[in-house]
């Protein structure tokens, strides 16, 4: 498994974007005014990665105060913030296409629904940072013998 793309995370993102545009474009009549809550979760779920990130590279790098890292939790890690970078930017591209059909609106309607669309995209951006730091904090880091020995051809 290698470490996320950001072309994958782009096409996700965009992709989403064109569904959430076409999907607010044709429904917003019939659709209740936005909800705060998916905003709120996926700003919660960045916290959380952000924190988790911090603490675990502290436990990478055997920082003073921090316990070795257990090499199943990393990978548990890994998988949560791959899976997370790829559910942000899938949400964010989604959230960016109401936001973009909501800014142009100019109904009353729309204008009251636009600070929900804009928190969550910046909580699906937020979310995707923090996946990806999460995903870099796990990496172990190259050892200096590893570095210092010369190319040897494999047998």
């Not at 316990?67 to 997370?84: E, I």
């Not at 995707?128 to 047998?155: G, N, Y």
């Amino acid at each position: 498994m290698g470490p996320t793309r950001l072309s994958t995370l782009v096409v996700a993102a965009l992709a989403a974007a064109a569904v959430g545009w076409l999907v607010i474009s044709s429904w917003y009549v019939r659709m209740p005014v936005l909800p705060w809550l998916p905003s709120v979760t996926l700003a919660a779920l960045a916290v959380f990665e952000g924190y988790a990130a911090l603490n675990t590279r502290a436990r990478v790098d055997r920082q003073p105060g921090h316990d070795p890292v257990n090499p199943l939790l990393a990978a548990r890690f890994v998988v949560l913030a791959k899976a997370s970078s790829l559910a942000g930017a899938i949400f964010a591209g989604f959230y960016a296409g109401l936001v973009l059909w909501l800014f142009i609106q100019p109904t009353r309607a729309a204008s009251n629904d636009l600070p929900a669309a804009g928190s969550g995209l910046v909580a699906a951006v937020a979310l995707v940072a923090a996946a990806l730091w999460l995903e870099r904090a796990c990496r172990v880091p190259d050892r200096p013998e590893d570095s210092d020995a010369p190319d040897q051809p494999a047998d």
